[in-house]
């Protein structure tokens, strides 16, 4: 019985004289030796036959055959006929493979054995037997047949097959002048088989001038017969899996045309390496001009380019002048189809940073909007801008060495004083002051003095540049202040007034006074508590209703303050005398009750002099917190025993504070609070609680003088809810439900270096469907603010965090940066009074051209939500919240010419300035989209902080002008909102 190998090599040959020997010499060099190789002569007429036969009369592995096919596939199908292997491969005369390709790709058979194929990477040869980067397509063995029913990433001869498989499928389709390998591997994939991946480069590809893959009319019409087959059902697949019985599932836009229209792409760049346009632009209608697309889409144009010019990457910006026209006006008519030239713009730009992100720049390189040079860091020298150049690719060097590679936006010229503040930014400054040091030991010119520091040559050459009257008109800084200037006009020509200047708030007394300094200090201001407020006046009305029964004689009020109480209370007693420790308070106290004749006001210190006595009622509210401790608390409550006449009463009123008891809803003072007060006074000698009116925020006590042998009695106790509304003085303070960690705690035990910055967008209950990832409903946002506050977060703002990164200085306590993109209105509606209630604030950023209309950039997806007007900004930037650039316009930046975005730039920073009376240096990219120009640029239009797409906690190695946040989502529960911040806080 004759052996049957385990592999059969199908090898076509047409006039291949050249090429052959290496190709069948690959299989020779094989590591393993149990094959076959039917080589299949198609009608040569050169020495094709003659190969043929020393390979089979030297090696008996090697079988031969005649067709008459004139055709790859039809020479194929005549070699799958005969073979005997369990797995076919099929190798073109002028391909070759590794001498490990069938050792590899056995071993991953072997190991799947579920598996009907197993496929490599490849790598295509050019003429000049140069090697293009390896192509590995990974989505082949996740998603095969949705892959194939769209398009190719294998070469034929990367794959090891099951041969009863292959025969069973019909072989190649003769029909098909090209794609017939797509096509039966699409058909192949329809069975719903395994494929497995060998993760490496294997097989070699050559391009050349006579390929077939470079007839782009009849790829393109074979193309869309195979696409067409892969999205509907194959009768010729007699089992296919039932997921792919009626062909591929068109979703997200992956339709059968847009599948074409990508591969109309590749041979549209193809032809335009090679000289040629045979492809019509209305071809590519159907790609996506979405942002996320462009890059994809400038890939698979590169690709393209390469084949169609023969070219590996490192050649493409050197040849250039041969189909940059062509090519740049391809993706400028693929604009216009689109309808967007914007998303031409971005594609160009991201296909020039390709080629140039390969090449040497051995010479300068003029592509259509980008200059690639090498520049000199010990001589930098002044560069002309062609025309339509917006941005410099650049390589820095030294010794013929790179030391940096920059990528910049640019307007016009760029003078020496400009690469020499440039190189300054990027290039070590230990490598410069070397480098200066060599430079001057070689120069030739005369050297100074012993002892003159001449080891920064350029750094002072850079000062000294400072100081010259201004910048060249026709330069970059010249053109960039022009745009500045125009911002600046079109801002003070605007309707919308300044903002006036920033009231100066009132300091705050510094607790090393003394006591008396402290009050007058607070008293400076009038009303420094909002005493006339709902929620004040709801508590005196409650110390009213706790006063005791029967008439009252004489009264003392401790700490009168103003004599808002005082007003209320002097009605209900015979004589009040009203004291306070600030004569200032004193002096208004007596102008509000000058119609009291029963009340008498003094200056009295309660705790260092002596209280008045035989008192029928003494009331002391909202003040003993501010006494140094609880000795002196039980020091004074003895002074108020002895001042109440026997069977008087001792009011007070105070808050519930997190010091005395963190578990329960509190505010967040540096003090002890109503519970200690009152624990303090009940164990007092001589008082006993009477009743007690408690809220969840505060608690009134009646103590009273107690007779020596009065026998003690129960309390009563009344609970009541709080009706007034909380002011955000007041609600600011509170951490409802009681707090895991005090903000003055963390800030004494922990130092962060990883800060998380939160990025949130719309807070609302409704909206589209299609933003449901970018709106957070009000409740939602309320949690997620009420967890930070009662887990001892405080909140930073952006320039806070540039310090910080600078100093390289780790952040006390607990750190959070919340920032707000867009500006909508619903911030101000729902977010901003969750935010001040939880003693929070935010950054928010503006789209400036749109301030008071619509979020436009999102109509597609429902009604555009409302922005806040200037009026809204100016009221809430002197509430407290923070606002910086999310540019002018909401476009993504990639797409813009570098004028227009330094034009975004400028003129958001000024209008922004204009509404808040602040300086703005933060922005956040429109869509957290970014390039390599933003980051410089938006410093040179006067920005330090920038956010872009990266994601994360930000940190003290983070470059300031490009700083990740966290997106916070609106379809994302509140426990993997925590789960994400503990996530930073376990890394500090």
Known sequence: MAHNPLVSIVVPAHNAEVTLPRALDCLVDQEIVDWEAIVVDDVSTDATAAIIAGYVEHDARFRTLSASAYSAAGARNSGISTARGRWLMFLDADDWVDAGFLAKMLAALEAAPDAVTAYCGSRRVMPDGELTPSSIPTEVAIQPFETFSRRCPIRTHALLVDRKTIVELGGFDVSLRTCEDWDLWQRLARLGKRWVMVDEPLAFYRTSLNSLTRNSTQMLADAEIVIARGFSPDPRVKKPASAHANGAIETNGRTASEALAWFALWNAASDCGSGRRSISPQTLRALPAGRKWAREIAKVAFDGLMVGSLSVPAQLAARWDRFGGSLTELITELGKVWGDPVAGRRVQYHLEEMLLDFDDLAAPRRLARTLGIRVDIRNPTSIEVPEGIDQIYAYLMMDSQIEAVVQFGVLGKVTRRHWIELIQNVVA????????????????????????????????????????????????????????????????????????????????????????SFWNGYFATEDPWNYGSSYEQEKYERQLEILPAGPIGRALELACAEGHFTRQLAPRVSHLTATDISAVAIGRARARCSDQPNVEFGVLDFSADTLPGEMDLIVCSEVLYYL???????????????????????????????????????????????????????????????????????RIDRFRRQSPDEAATEPMIDHAPIRARLEIGVARNIVWGGARALRRDVARSERRQRIPVLMYHSVADEGPAALARFRLAPAAFHGQMAWLRANGFHAIMSEQLERFIANRQPVAGRPVLITFDDGFQNFADHAWPILRANDLTAEVFLVTDLVGESALWDADSGPPTPLMDAGTVRRLAAEGAFFGSHLATHRAIDGLSSSDLAADLLRSRMFIEWWTGRPTTAFAAPFSVTDRRLGRLAKECGYRIGFGGRHGPADLDCDPIDLPRIEIRGDRSLDDFVARIEAVLEER
């Open 628 to 698: 140094d401790d609880l000795a002196e608390l039980r020091r004074i409550a003895k002074k108020i025993v002895e001042a109440l006449a026997p069977g008087g009463s001792f009011i007070n009123a105070h808050a519930f504070v997190l010091r005395d008891n963190v578990e329960r809803t509190g505010f967040d003072w540096n003090t002890f609070g109503a519970q200690a007060i009152s624990e303090t006074l009940a164990g007092t000698e001589g008082l006993v609680l009477d009743q007690s009116i408690q809220t969840e925020l505060y």
């Open 429 to 516: 400054a230990e490598r410069l002051v070397d480098s200066a040091a060599r430079f001057a030991r070689r120069s030739p010119v005369p050297q100074q003095a012993a002892g003159a520091d001449t080891s920064n040559t350029l750094a002072a050459e850079a000062l000294s540049a400072t100081a010259e009257r201004g910048p060249d008109p026709d330069s970059h800084f010249g053109k960039l202040a022009r745009l500045a200037a125009e911002a600046r006009r079109l801002v003070r020509s605007s309707a919308e007034a300044a903002a006036p200047p920033a009231a100066p708030r009132r300091a705050r007394p510094r607790h090393d006074m003394d006591r008396t």
